[in-house]
């Protein structure tokens, strides 16, 4: 049973473009939603994080839009570059999850493979 | 700072083999994670560890143990490799716990490089 579903599995844009990445989950114990970026070879690392106490982050070109009521979030990408050509995943995990018996635990989607085209 | 190292990078084993995948962190977190990696599957938990001395079960622990006797290494083993357990393994540690002033990114896990086993 996959707790956050991650959609779609593969894409490809062309330099510039803005390349949009879904998530959804049912567990409304979901507090945090962070996304990692894998280029390849590599292990995942943090991209970006958000809290459902709001609808949007940015960081640089990358945003995060949050949707409570829909249980969806979804990362967006502006103005995409090759380098940015990687596997992203996205991940949730509960309020408190720092608790010891939790153990800062992530749930994570299947992840999506991103090729930005020159 | 090395953050997570992981050993080996690449392993081939003939299946009922055993072997053990060492982490290590000099980040001085107290927990750590083993996942693996498999096409369409994402990262999925196979065990953890919320301190020295303690381990507990993730979401795919059949077939793998582990063990967690200094804080700074948590090893992965396979006692009869099977060809299901082709795949690439990371390895994650974290803190302990969450940072004041709303900080988001307390929950951040750091990876190793992986290591990729192949299982025949």
């Known amino acids: 049973q996959q707790q956050v579903k991650q959609s779609p599995q593969s894409l490809i844009v062309q330099k510039g473009g803005i390349p949009i990445i879904n998530c959804a989950y049912e567990?409304?114990?979901?507090?945090?939603f962070p996304w990692y970026q894998q280029f390849p070879g590599k292990g995942p690392a943090l991209l970006i994080a958000?809290?459902?106490?709001?609808s949007e982050k940015k960081e640089g070109r990358f945003t995060i839009s949050f949707n409570k009521s829909a249980k969806q979030f979804s990362l967006h990408i502006m103005d995409s570059q090759p380098g940015d050509s990687a596997t992203y995943f996205c991940?949730?995990?509960?309020?408190?999850?720092?608790?010891?018996?939790?153990?800062?635990?992530?749930?994570f989607g299947a992840g999506t493979i991103l090729r930005v085209k020159s | 700072n090395a953050g997570v190292t992981q050993t080996p990078k690449f392993r081939v084993l003939k299946t009922g083999q055993s072997m053990t995948l060492l982490c290590a962190q000099d980040m001085n977190h107290e927990y750590m994670y083993w996942y693996r990696q498999d096409p369409g599957m994402g990262l999925r938990l196979i065990h953890y560890s919320v301190g020295e001395g303690t381990t507990a079960k993730g979401e795919v622990p059949d077939g793998y143990n582990v063990s967690r006797l200094k804080k700074q290494n948590f090893l992965l083993g396979l006692e009869s490799a099977a060809p299901s357990q082709t795949s690439v393994y990371f390895c994650a540690s974290s803190y302990s716990g969450p940072f004041g002033g709303g900080e988001v990114s307390y929950n951040e896990q750091f990876f190793g490089p992986g290591t990729r086993l192949t299982v025949l």
């Open positions: 958000i809290r459902p106490d709001v």
């Open positions: 567990n409304t114990a979901f507090d945090y």
């Open positions: 991940a949730a995990s509960p309020l408190h999850s720092w608790l010891m018996e939790y153990g800062n635990k992530l749930v």
